[in-house]
């Protein structure tokens, strides 16, 4: 079975800093991975996924995560936070096909807070 | 677009009543999600359909809840007795197939308070 763990449930970093959130995958295949964002009061929304193509992959608002396969990784960063991106950001994972039934079915990590220091 | 619906928006209730959570996945979508939030669980998912038919239902709670889906564009999830543990924001997500590669889109969720 599938499993994602997303270390720090809560990060902070400064307007115009590096942002890292990290996630590793447990998987029994290899995976399809997912970053998305919860703003306030609201539902979840892609920010972006890998499907085994390119290892680096960039999506909306400036983010992009590196596939590591040899380290299980699946990190989200971005070059300079902006204190719009203070929200909950989730990895998410799903097995590639391995039968007809439950291959669209996500796996959720806890979830990190990011806050913006002004 | 109008992407995915949920209403209500808002639900408060009292303990031992029933309470129906409604969804429209987005037209097209065949895969239909409902998931629970709460702070102590984080984001659960509680039942899934395909095609209109149930697939996974192990993640809901107990025989108190129940979902069903009568035609692609609707879906409610039914909570009979509620009780004051069951407070949560509902979501509800669709996505267009049945591969692991394809995005899940959410509503706005529903925010259910029991007293």
Redesign the interface.
């Known amino acids: 079975a599938q499993s994602v763990t997303q270390l720090g449930s809560h990060v902070s970093v400064s307007e115009g800093a590096l942002v890292l959130l990290r996630c590793n995958y447990s998987s029994s295949v290899p995976p399809y991975l997912f970053w998305y964002v919860q703003y306030p009061n609201q539902g979840l929304q892609l920010l972006l996924k890998y499907t085994s193509a390119a290892t680096l992959v960039k999506g909306i608002n400036g983010f992009e995560a590196e596939f590591k396969k040899s380290e299980t990784s699946f990190h989200l960063t971005k070059p300079s936070a902006h204190m719009s991106d203070a929200a909950e950001y989730f990895c998410a994972v799903s097995d590639k096909e391995v039968s007809n039934f439950g291959n669209e079915k996500l796996t959720f990590g806890t979830g990190t807070r990011l806050t913006i220091i002004p | 677009d109008a992407g ?1 619906i949920q209403s209500p928006r808002h639900e408060v209730t009292e303990m031992g009543q029933e309470v129906t959570l409604r969804c429209k996945p987005i037209s097209g979508h065949n ?1 239909l999600f409902w998931y629970r939030q709460t702070m102590m669980r ?2 659960e ?1 509680l039942i ?1 359909f ?1 095609n209109n038919v149930p ?2 239902d192990s993640g809901m709670p107990e025989d108190r809840f129940s979902a069903k889906m009568p035609n692609a564009s609707f879906s409610t999830l039914k909570i009979q007795p509620s009780e004051p543990r069951d407070s949560a924001v509902y ?1 509800c ?1 669709s ?1 267009p ?13 529903t925010r259910l308070t029991v007293l």
Not at chain 2, 97 to 109: C, D, I, K
């Open positions: 995915v895969s984080g984001l998912l899934y395909n697939i996974d979501f997500a996505s197939g049945t591969s692991g590669r394809n995005e899940q889109f959410f509503g706005p969720g």
